[in-house]
């Protein structure tokens, strides 16, 4: 049965002995107006007598639960401290109550878009019971509180009395929850749902024509409650200044060894004014929600890292999971494809979809989610400008995307890793010419010596850009860069870097294989020209024979910037390096003055006089994505016993990811201590290819000649 009409406020209140399904809707974002409407549905089925509740039987989730502690209360409308429950791509989220906290319903919503982030209501579904006939309350008592992956789930008792409540997201607008009543015998019980603005957020509730608005000062945004009931189900509905409180008039009756069925949905609306909510269909949602979480898991079960225990392995590889898909949004507003946020934690990281972060994050995905991993990837070349130049983020609010820099050029290997999941050529062809111009837009740009090697810059000309160009804010190698002018809106720093020029030689050979995928042999010669020439050059320019290791060259003379970071090991990730030269950075690594820490790959060494890994944000800290590129440089030059070994104390010592702690964005490498950001989408990524990608994936290098079909 489905319940459908013309209204955008979406809300019902149906007493059926069988599934309805509500409508949902669109959601809007900040200056457009947000509905939060609420559904109440309520059936029944047969049942065994304590029979599982179906939101806990046939997961396939045995083994993940709470990989992420998502118990917590907010203390005021923008607290974000603790973990928050998002999926499918919504713009609105849920948390457990703490533990300990026995009232019924999930925490939330928490609406990233409202006010940059916002908890609107203090509890979502939060339902009481009452005997029928006295009218007195029905105490229950909470029993367990879950987050698996893809849902949320509590369970409650009362003397004869069973109760499930699980949530989950039926796609991006919508959230469900399935409240399963069990009683062992027969009874009548009085249902009320209420809901409570959060505290400290000005909001008002107004009860119009059968719906709840709760409508914002300064903004469009309206959270609205709408309750129907056809079948002449009746309910009465309060208002007040702080909220609302819906009542079925006539009782739920509960018959032994049955469960009582009752939906509360949630869709947010983006603009109520033009979105039309569309059917849901309650009968098959939870089990579309299975099928898609089952086929995650099913990845995530192949997990595996050389001395790291299997079991370990796939909770830390459903964690990263969770975490990409938390920072999952669809589109909405200016954004154009579905992307993933760098980290909803963090105010800074909510709006707005980064290209440093895409690339890694789609590699990542291509792994389970290769769908989502095609649209994060577009999302950014929907703004690629027309000299190939893509800006650095792209915002819900396409006014706050930023032109004054990019990001390195990991797009091809991203897009690669994509076609090599799910063989997309239809997608690889249209991607291949934007490619194309962004690599070329490096040289024509960037280049300003016009000798074949790159540089970070900016179009404004500020050093401070420049950095961000780089995706190291506040690399120490940079302390005593100058800018340089190329052109009207195009400017370098006065250093060749290193590890830019190792990208693009990672992306010369990467176009190579993308137009021998397209059948375009013409063009795959000519990438691997150019990419034999920017080896020849990074081999001959940039490593520093005397101290084994590669760094940036200073503009015009060509002197080495001695700074040992991150920078120095691209070129093993990217294939550039001879053996030789491989070795020698391996010794370097190796060396626990430098990188080889408690937590190994800092992004400075450990014995620079600059090196903060607290204070620093690019100046000692690890960063996943670097440790990523070290590991798999080394496997690659077939270094894999040094490579097992620092790469198992990047899991053993990053404090919390083996546990139930959110994985942060970067980590102390003399304690483990996470750092900044939590749940942090590229560090997820990071892990996640660790333990996912094929064991012999990588191409080794004999005699400076790569071999294999893979590539890391």
Known sequence: MTLDGADTLAGWLYVARRAAVPRRGRLSLMGCALSVAAVLLVCGKTATAGATPPAAANTGAAGYADVLDVHGTPQSPSDRRFNIFFDAGAWQGYSLPPIGDGATGFVGPFVASLHNGRWVDTRFAQFALTTSTRH??????????????????????????????????????????????????????????????????????????????????????????????????????????????????QPLKLRADQTATVYVAQTLLYDARTASPAAVDFATAWTDNRTRWNGYLKVASRAHRPGLPDATARHVAAKAMETLLGNWRAARGDLQHAGVVPAYSNPDFNECVWAWD??????????????????????????????????????????????????????????????????????????????????????????????????????????????????????????????????????????????????????????????????????????????????????????????????????????????????GWIPLWAGAATPAQAKAVARVLANPRKFDTLMPFPTLAADDPRFAPVEGYWRGPVWLDQAYFAVRGLERYGFDAQADGMALRLFTRAQGLTGDGPIRENYDPLTGQGLNSRNFSWSAASYLMLLLDPATGTAKVRQGVPTGSKQP
């Open 358 to 567: 895409s690339w890694k994050q789609a590699a990542a995905l291509s792994l389970f989610a290769p769908r989502l991993a095609e649209d994060n990837l577009l999302e950014m070349f929907d703004y690629q400008a027309a000299d190939g130049m893509i800006p650095d983020l792209v915002c819900l609010h396409a006014k706050d995307n930023n032109w004054r820099n990019t990001k390195p050029p990991l797009a091809t290997w991203a897009a690669l890793r994509v076609y090599r999941t799910n063989r997309d050529k239809a997608f690889l062809r249209a991607l291949y010419p934007k490619l194309v111009r962004c690599h070329n837009w490096w040289f024509a740009d960037r280049d300003h010596l016009h000798d074949g090697l790159a540089e970070y810059g900016s179009t404004d000309g500020t050093l401070k850009a420049a950095k961000w160009e780089s995706g190291m804010d506040d690399d120490a190698r940079f302390d005593h860069a100058a800018m340089l002018q190329n052109g009207k809106r195009a400017w370098s720093m006065n250093q060749d870097a290193v590890d830019l020029n190792a990208y693009l030689y990672r992306d010369a050979t990467d176009l190579a294989a993308a137009a021998s995928i397209l059948g375009d042999r013409t063009q795959q010669a000519a990438w691997q020209q150019r990419a034999a020439a920017l080896k020849a050059k990074i081999d001959t320019r940039f490593f520093d024979e005397a101290r084994g290791y590669f760094f940036d060259v200073r503009i015009p003379d060509g002197t080495f910037v001695t700074t040992y970071g991150p920078a």
């Open 136 to 249: 007195t309350a029905i105490p229950l008592r909470e029993v367990s509180g879950h987050a698996e992956p893809g849902y949320l789930q509590r369970t409650f008792a009362a003397p004869g009395l069973n109760v499930s409540q699980t949530l989950f997201f039926v796609n991006s607008r919508t959230a469900l929850v399935r409240i399963d009543l069990m009683s062992s015998t027969a009874r009548d019980v009085s249902f009320t749902v209420s809901g409570t603005a959060m505290p400290g957020l000005t909001s008002t509730f107004v009860d119009e024509r059968s719906a709840v608005m709760q409508s914002f000062p300064r903004s469009a945004s309206q959270v609205v409650t709408r309750v129907r009931a056809p079948n002449n189900a009746s309910y009465r509905t309060q208002v007040s200044t702080d909220g609302y409180r819906i009542t079925l008039r």
